[in-house]
């Protein structure tokens, strides 16, 4: 089990965080939740050995089982306005993509923030997935809980993720150290955050787009009002996608589910843990 004082031991003296380490939760998500509306201050993690609920974006299960990976949900108090706060999880998927490459990872990110890593030309799988939630006090952020899910050592998904999920285990060819890839992701998730808030989105957005999968390439977006086909052309500064469109030009996309529709193929999935 990650433990708390493991977690603090590795981060040092100089980190923020406090740790509320849980062996079994329904999802860290919802520990954050009732941690946030207490009143916690920012800095506080929920990380858990297993969840037995968690999921990703739109809801889709996030397979999370015991001693397999980092599932865990930080709780931030930013200063910003809430239609700023998607740019926490493109920061969040930078902060993890930024991690992984300390660690020997070669990781891209996917619009908008989930980390693949590949499995041959043109094949992607995934590795991490991203979410959060958040409470607004006038057109204000109250607090915003970053989910992050990150496979280390599942190695035997079931059926139906083996063609779109990995792990680090299973891109080592070796164990991988959960610790260790906790407290890298913690380090740069407060960094970046820090920088967010100081000097606004233009690094992080630098870094995005260094990892970004797909630029240049012909993507399919659906979202509620349908499905808009073009070309990617990376985000803009608020975080939001931006596609050129035949006939029309370029539009810019604030969410959505985002398919590879040529080459890439091994990334799309409705599944979890994709």
Same mark, same amino acid.
């Given at each position: 089990?990650?433990?708390?004082?493991?977690?603090?031991?590795?981060?040092?003296?100089?980190?923020?965080?406090?740790?509320?380490?849980?062996?079994?939760?329904?999802?860290?998500? @919802?520990?954050?939740?009732?941690?946030?509306?207490?009143?916690?201050?920012?800095? @506080?993690?929920?990380?858990?050995?297993?969840?037995?609920?968690?999921?990703?974006?739109?809801?889709?299960?996030?397979?999370?089982?015991?001693?397999?990976?980092?599932?865990?949900?930080?709780?931030?108090?930013?200063?910003?306005?809430?239609?700023?706060?998607?740019?926490?999880?493109?920061?969040?998927?930078?902060?993890?993509?930024?991690?992984?490459?300390?660690?020997?990872?070669?990781?891209?990110?996917?619009?908008?923030?989930?980390?693949?890593?590949?499995?041959?030309?043109?094949?992607?799988?995934?590795?991490?997935?991203?979410?959060?939630?958040?409470?607004?006090?006038?057109?204000?952020?109250?607090?915003?809980?970053?989910?992050?899910?990150?496979?280390?050592?599942?190695?035997?998904?079931?059926?139906?993720?083996?063609?779109?999920?990995?792990?680090?285990?299973?891109?080592?060819?070796?164990?991988?150290?959960?610790?260790?890839?906790?407290?890298?992701?913690?380090?740069?998730?407060?960094?970046?955050?820090?920088?967010?808030?100081?000097?606004?989105?233009?690094?992080?957005?630098?870094?995005?787009?260094?990892?970004?999968?797909?630029?240049?390439?012909?993507?399919?977006?659906?979202?509620?009002?349908?499905?808009?086909?073009?070309?990617?052309?990376?985000?803009?500064?608020?975080?939001?996608?931006?596609?050129?469109?035949?006939?029309?030009?370029?539009?810019?996309?604030?969410?959505?589910?985002?398919?590879?529709?040529?080459?890439?193929?091994?990334?799309?999935?409705?599944?979890?843990?994709?």
């Amino acid at each position: 089990m990650l433990e708390a004082k493991d977690i603090e031991e590795g981060l040092g003296s100089d980190s923020s965080w406090r740790i509320h380490a849980h062996e079994i939760v329904a999802s860290t998500m @919802t520990e954050a939740q009732r941690l946030a509306e207490r009143g916690e201050a920012e800095f @506080t993690l929920v990380v858990a050995d297993c969840q037995t609920a968690g999921s990703g974006r739109f809801d889709r299960r996030w397979y999370s089982p015991p001693g397999e990976g980092v599932w865990m949900t930080a709780l931030l108090r930013p200063d910003l306005s809430a239609e700023c706060a998607p740019l926490l999880t493109l920061t969040a998927a930078v902060s993890v993509a930024e991690a992984l490459d300390g660690l020997g990872f070669s990781v891209g990110i996917k619009w908008p923030n989930d980390v693949l890593a590949a499995s041959g030309p043109y094949r992607w799988r995934k590795l991490c997935g991203i979410r959060a939630e958040m409470a607004v006090e006038g057109d204000r952020v109250a607090w915003v809980n970053v989910g992050i899910g990150i496979n280390v050592g599942s190695v035997s998904f079931p059926k139906e993720l083996s063609d779109v999920a990995t792990s680090l285990q299973e891109l080592a060819g070796a164990p991988v150290s959960r610790k260790a890839c906790a407290c890298a992701v913690l380090e740069r998730l407060e960094a970046n955050y820090r920088r967010l808030l100081k000097d606004g989105f233009f690094q992080i957005r630098h870094s995005w787009i260094a990892h970004a999968i797909g630029l240049g390439e012909p993507v399919r977006i659906s979202d509620v009002d349908g499905e808009v086909s073009g070309v990617s052309l990376g985000i803009d500064g608020e975080g939001r996608l931006l596609v050129e469109v035949p006939d029309e030009g370029v539009r810019t996309i604030l969410s959505g589910d985002l398919v590879f529709e040529v080459r890439a193929s091994g990334s799309q999935s409705g599944a979890s843990n994709a």
